[in-house]
């Protein structure tokens, strides 16, 4: 490797930079066109229903296993530890809790990353590579209102939605493994959780972070995909980025909107 | 036809969403429809409130009747004010009623109990219970059986 004068150096290093801020307004510019920008295309609803059915409807059942296995692995953990203070009938406060507030949102989205977002940068990637996306606008056809937008919605919708579920499953399995296997008493496990968890400050909460989770990994896998190189080795390379991307943000923002939420103790 | 299929799966999946969330409000969160927001504000001054939280319980002969809505430092007396929303249905609290601050369990979360008194006349919204028994502070205790035992040790 030939060696670079520190000049040389620099240059790179500012180039990088300049790189980063660059995709960061592309990005945006992208998003707000695709969301905001005039031109309607005609049958907006339909192409909408088209990718929640891919996004949403078939993400739910990595998202039901998941939950399932999640709350009864919380379950079997939390009666482990509190059976040691006597309080078995916590686990049920615990496991919702948990899910409610941390585990539902964040699982969710990451799996949303993997299982819909690499989808969506791959098919996006595809498209563009293939050229179908100029095609579309050379006829006419805004490709940010007839590709992207649907699928940017469709996103928004389809994972808190999917969040709900999966807390709701998670904690029929925590119930499942706590009443019926570990000998919780089934009213004290429901009173108990109902007495501690509250609407607004959980269920809410939990419902608001889903939201920019979605947002934003949705945000993350459909510019990359528009933002690919229109190679195969570039749309592999987009689909690994919107993974660790989204993967990132996800866990990034969690401790961002949890310190926000339930920080002032 | 295909497209038929597909849409009714996103009926589905939305509806699924939704019960989701109707489930953990109802179910899970033990959220009420109907909260009706019937009820009275009632004031008790502490000496010390030593881990009472908000939201914490308002109970009566064990039954919870109302919860705890704020906790702030009276600056007069030097005493915590504890703010209580008790339930409209028990509108007949004696004035010269006790609220103390008790320990569920050994290690439990704090509530407020509240011991019926003898007056004729019942706290009305807005009202203050006067007599009042402060938590249990354990490093208080210890410190009372120390000093016991030091005494002791004297006057031997």
């Not at chain 2, 939305?14 to 009420?32: C, F, K, N, P, Q």
């Amino acid at each position: 490797m030939r060696k670079q004068s520190p000049l040389e150096r620099l240059r790179l290093f500012g180039r990088a930079g300049i790189d980063v801020l660059a995709t960061l307004g592309r990005s945006c510019i992208f998003l707000v066109r695709a969301l905001f920008g005039r031109g309607t295309s005609g049958n907006a609803l339909q192409l909408l229903v088209k990718q929640l059915y891919s996004i949403g409807v078939m993400s739910l059942a990595i998202i039901v296993v998941s939950g399932v296995f999640i709350g009864m692995v919380l379950s079997l953990q939390g009666f482990s530890i509190l059976a040691k203070y006597g309080s078995e009938q916590a686990v049920g406060q615990m496991v919702a809790l948990t899910l409610l507030r941390e585990l539902g949102p964040v699982v969710t989205a990451l799996l949303f990353a993997g299982r819909a977002g690499s989808a969506l940068t791959a098919e996006i990637g595809n498209m563009k590579s293939t050229e179908q996306l100029s095609s579309l606008a050379m006829i006419g056809v805004d490709p940010l209102k007839y590709i992207v937008a649907p699928r940017l919605w469709a996103g928004f919708i389809s994972m808190p939605l999917l969040a709900m579920i999966f807390s709701v499953v998670g904690i029929w399995g925590g119930a499942m493994v706590a009443v019926e296997w570990l000998g919780v008493y089934e009213g004290s496990f429901w009173a108990n959780m109902q007495s501690s968890v509250s609407f607004r400050e959980d269920v809410l909460n939990g419902l608001i972070k889903s939201l920019v989770f979605a947002f934003v990994v949705t945000w993350i896998a459909v510019f990359q995909g528009y933002d690919c190189e229109p190679t195969s080795e570039g749309i592999s390379r987009a689909t690994t980025r919107t993974v660790v991307y989204a993967s990132l943000a996800v866990l990034g923002l969690d401790f961002i909107l949890t310190a926000l939420m339930f920080g002032d103790f | 036809m295909q497209n038929r299929t597909l849409e009714i799966g996103v009926g589905l999946f939305l509806l699924a969403g939704l019960l989701a969330l109707l489930l953990l409000a109802l179910r899970v969160s033990g959220l009420t429809v109907v909260t009706g927001e019937n009820t009275y504000r009632v004031y008790a001054h502490f000496d010390n409130i030593a881990g009472l939280t908000v939201r914490a319980k308002v109970t009566m002969a064990g039954v919870t009747i109302g919860k705890v809505t704020a906790i702030d430092l009276d600056r007069d007396s030097y005493t915590g004010r504890v703010t209580m929303e008790v339930d409209g249905d028990v509108n007949n609290l004696p004035i010269d009623s006790t609220a103390s601050i008790l320990t569920a369990g050994l290690l439990g979360e704090k509530y407020v109990g509240i011991s019926v008194g003898g007056d004729e006349e019942v706290l009305a919204d807005g009202g203050t219970i006067h007599d009042t028994q402060s938590s249990l502070v354990l490093e208080d205790l210890i410190g009372k059986f120390l000093l016991n035992s030091v005494n002791k040790d004297e006057t031997n």
